[in-house]
């Protein structure tokens, strides 16, 4: 249950800095709670004044001398710490703080930003803000912001960072006609964050929907622990922005460049069942289908429509989103048959012709959601002259009231002359769209959502033995004695080996006779690598030579790769040349792992080899979602390398099963060790049985305990 009532259902508030200006905040605060209804008592605090509103106006909150649920501060920076500590020694349980010039304007306003948290800690108190709109809640009914208006009543949730975002969204929905149940601007984030909230929302009886408006989210594991949970009770979609690519482009690793932040973002929004929305557009369209509609069964989408082109953009959309076109039952296309024109088209999409009358619309629609092979239905419709654009609509909203296990929507394609029907359907809870796409997105995120409801949950993870962390404990150390980050060779083959991950054996020559001497044992044929802490990729400086026959061939090897890379990287130090079996054929693979700020080790697997970055046929998971077979075989499934894996044209299947398992050591090996930055292991060899890591680079990074 969340702890956070008192914030949205408060008793009794406090406005600090309650103003008689009507210019000023202080003033728009007390003001906007007195016209929301608010049931409680309002203490103005000004100590100048003796009343404002016609309410009595105390100098300080320790004045008041009666229980505070919120203060809302409105009062310049320099005075908000002294204001806060006054409302804990009244025992104020929250404080929504409206004041700018905090961490936002540099070092003074963090270390401000920083005493008003620890002030709120000292008492116990929860602070949204600073630098924030406040918040509202319909339901309660409280607005305890300074925005210009209070929102329809209604059941979704927004969760803004942006106060201008959520102010612009407010006058916006007026227009739209959306209803809310909550508006909540975060600002600084200095001890309430999205994360609380969305918690908070999650519990709410009167939110349906939770929207999210984030830049930046700081707890990354906290996120997906809650969210997983919320989610299960919401749903939540998040339009997060700042995504930029700045971060993988400066990555070294094949792994690094192709992850970025982004990657992980999404990654942890699956994880934790989060929808994504693209845009703003996208996440409203969205919301609006959530707050109105039942959860699709299925995808099997009907279209029923009086215009062939729009029919064919909303098919072109239904594949594109990975919905279904429903394949009618026959006694649908019978009765469709029975009451058509001869021209009409029964198959899906239905095109009931451009001169359809309002009982066509009704006749077809109705048809196609009794369907048992439909579990969603699309209802388009073009300005005709005798198109009944608004008897259509009410018709709309009755078959979808009757028949309310199955989502509807509508796009009334036009400008003026479908404006009422739009309308109509908006304000009776049928979501109604200008154009098709955004309907179809808006099904395919309730699907989504759907899905992730039923999916079973996940087992327990897999027991992996063979694991000695010692072992990697103990290179590890010794890298970093040696003032290293990244791994030699050798070293990161006795990683793999110490997690039970099958690598092709690899020894550090540091002369000619001694390559050849490790080739003898081995047995021939082998491969030598270079062996430098400052060359990352081998292959492009001429470090590498494959299938050395004798030990003639290993020795003019060894000269020629320690002149290339003289002569690409005469600075670079050279440890000696690493001399490896030569391992059998099989589909190159990769598998890697980037260290995401905010969410910790993000796991890569896709089609390996020098090609890695230009194809991108890359999946990516959060190692701490990564610890079942299940979940490696999704995330194995959703690249075009598993087609390669499975046997392609007429090829043995390869061994996705030891590939799995080199996944699973990989997540499991990464999450052990905080040290890892970046790995690849490109390429991983999967033959037909067994999967062999044949070129393992390890980046890594002491760990201060304390941090
Ligand atoms: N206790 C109670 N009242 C106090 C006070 C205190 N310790 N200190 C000052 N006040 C009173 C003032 O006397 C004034 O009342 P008055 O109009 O009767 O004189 C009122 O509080 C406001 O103080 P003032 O100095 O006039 O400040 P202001 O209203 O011009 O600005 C803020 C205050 C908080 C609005 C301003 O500092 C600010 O941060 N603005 C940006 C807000 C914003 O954009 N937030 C983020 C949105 S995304």
Redesign the pocket.
Known sequence: MSNLEFLFNPAHIAV??A???TQ???YAVLDNIIKSSFKGNIYP?????EEIAGLKTYC?VLDVKAPIDVAVI????K?AA??AEECGQAGVKGLIV????FKEVGKEGLKQEQELRSICKRYGMRMLGP???GLMDTHSPVNASFAEGFPNRGNISFISQS?AMLVSILDWSFEMGMGFSRFI?T?NKADLTEIDLIESCADDPQTNVILCYVEDITDGERFVRVCSEASKKKPIIILKSGTSSAGAQAASSHTGALAGSNRAYDAAFRQSGVLRAESMNDLFDMARAFATQPLPGNSRTAIVTNAGGPAIVATDAVEKYGLKMARFTKETIDKLREHLPSEANLYNPVDILGDARDDRYRFALETVIEDENVDNALVLLCPAAVTEPEKTARTIVELNNKHNHKPVMAVYMGGKTLTEGRSYLTTNSIPAFTFPEPSVNSLRGMLQYAQYLKAPDPSEPVELTGIDKKAVRKILDDVFADRRVVLLGHEASDVMSAYGIQVSKTYLAESEDEAAEIGEKLGFPVALKISSPRIAHKTDVGGVAIGLHSDKEVKKAYRKIIENVHYYLPDAPIYGIEVQDMVEEGIEVIVGMSRDVQFGPLVVFGLGGIYVNLLEDVSFRLASGLTTREEVKKMISETRAYTLLKGYRGKKPADIEALSETILRTSRLVSDFREITEMDINPVRVHYKGATALDVKITVEEVNEKG
């Open positions: 600090v800095g103003s008689r200006s000023k905040i202080g605090i000004n100590p100048n004044e300080s409105s009062v310049p920076a005075h002294k204001v409206i004041t700018a010039g630098n924030c709109v106060g601007s600002g």
